[in-house]
């Protein structure tokens, strides 16, 4: 299904990656702000593979670049995105997470402080889907 990006996705090629981005929720009451749909946000995420923009220069009809950004580091180490944008434009869209890949820097702990004991994909709700 490789077409041109473009950040808007159709409800089939939605369809088609969807199951990549499961969600399970837990099961005991939510607390908090409901989440944003997997959908909103991964369009969110083309936004900015494709224009290649700062993750702070978001259109508002995307959710929040924080909520997109944090999805997005959690998704990219699993590999989700990049089979995703494999799957909608093939190897341009492998072209666009190498890209991506090259702007992100490692994180590192500022002086005089210690890296997180846990990384913090297991402090987050919704677990990465497995392949």
């Known amino acids: 299904m490789q077409s041109r990006p473009t950040s808007e996705l ?68 699993a590999g989700l995105v990049q089979q995703a944008m494999s799957h909608l434009y093939g190897e341009e869209g492998l072209a666009m997470c190498a890209a991506m890949s090259a702007r992100m820097q490692p994180w590192r702990a500022p002086a005089g402080r210690k890296a997180p004991r846990f990384p913090l994909a297991f402090s987050l709700r919704w677990p990465v889907a497995r392949t």
């Open 10 to 77: 159709t409800d089939a090629q939605w369809r088609s990656v969807e199951p990549l981005f499961h969600e399970i929720r837990s099961s005991g009451p939510r607390r908090g702000r409901p989440a944003h749909s997997s959908r909103a946000v991964f369009e969110g995420i083309v936004w900015v593979l494709t224009t290649g923009s700062v993750w702070a220069k978001m259109p508002e009809c995307y959710p929040d670049f924080r909520t997109c950004h944090r999805r997005f580091k959690l998704w990219f180490d």
